[in-house]
């Protein structure tokens, strides 16, 4: 059974801060992994996709990166802003149930960035 | 090209009672999957539709079921609502075709029940 891990459940950081998120995954059989940010009570924002065959991918001050041999992905995120405050959540595409692919959720990690 | 869009945005119910929430997906996507969102937690994987079939199911209950139409949107029915159904449900559209696309999220919609 996969499942998806996130470390820290929570990070405060400074206004500048470089700062990496953790994903952890037991199960390398995936699709693709996809990063999302959330913001309180509200729906899902996707950040970036990495298929299984990527590395990395990048957009602006993001960069995920995704070592499917290990089951780890990080979320790198450049000089953090007030505005970055959300919850990050990581998801790995598995082809579970007979469906099309299924996305198995991490709990998120909750990032508050302060001026 | 519009997004995918849930209604209603919040719902209060009560135990016993059934509910529908809706869905569109967005353009180009023939593939809707439903999460649920408890407080704190990651979504979970309730089902997914595809040609307006289901074509795949989360560890989920009967009472939960949906359908999908012609236009791709969808419905997600839940009945005899329990307290632990209280969450944000949350509907997600991709294309097909491949495993490789990634999902669309909506905004949720934020169901409590009393």
């Known amino acids: 059974k996969q499942e998806v891990t996130q470390i820290p459940a929570a990070l405060s950081v400074p206004e500048g801060e470089n700062l990496v998120l953790n994903c952890s995954f037991t199960d390398s059989a995936i699709y693709n992994l996809q990063w999302f940010r959330q913001d309180p009570g509200k729906g899902l924002t996707s950040l970036l996709l990495?298929?299984?065959?990527?590395r990395e991918q990048t957009s602006g001050r993001l960069n995920a990166s995704l070592d499917k041999s290990s089951g780890r992905s990080t979320l790198y995120i450049a000089a953090s802003q007030p505005g970055d405050s959300a919850t990050y959540l990581c998801a790995v595409k598995k082809n579970y149930g007979g469906s099309q692919g299924n996305l198995i959720f991490g709990k998120g990690t909750k990032l508050s960035v302060k001026p | 090209e519009t997004g995918v869009t849930q209604s209603p945005t919040h719902l209060i119910k009560t135990r016993g009672q059934q509910v529908t929430l809706r869905c569109s997906s967005q353009s180009g996507h023939n593939t809707v999957s439903w999460y649920q969102q408890a407080l704190g937690q990651g979504p979970q994987f309730i089902f997914q539709?595809?040609?307006?079939?289901?074509?795949g199911r989360g560890n989920f209950p009967p009472r939960f079921s949906g359908l999908q139409f012609p236009n791709y949107s969808s419905e997600l029915n839940v009945n005899a609502l329990e307290l632990d159904d209280s969450a944000l449900y949350l509907c997600?559209?991709?294309?097909?075709?491949?495993?490789?696309?990634?999902?669309?999220f909506g905004s949720g919609t934020r169901l409590t029940v009393v």
């Open positions: 990495i298929q299984s065959s990527q």
């Open positions: 539709y595809y040609r307006e079939e289901e074509n």
């Open positions: 997600a559209s991709s294309p097909t075709g491949t495993f490789n696309y990634g999902y669309t």
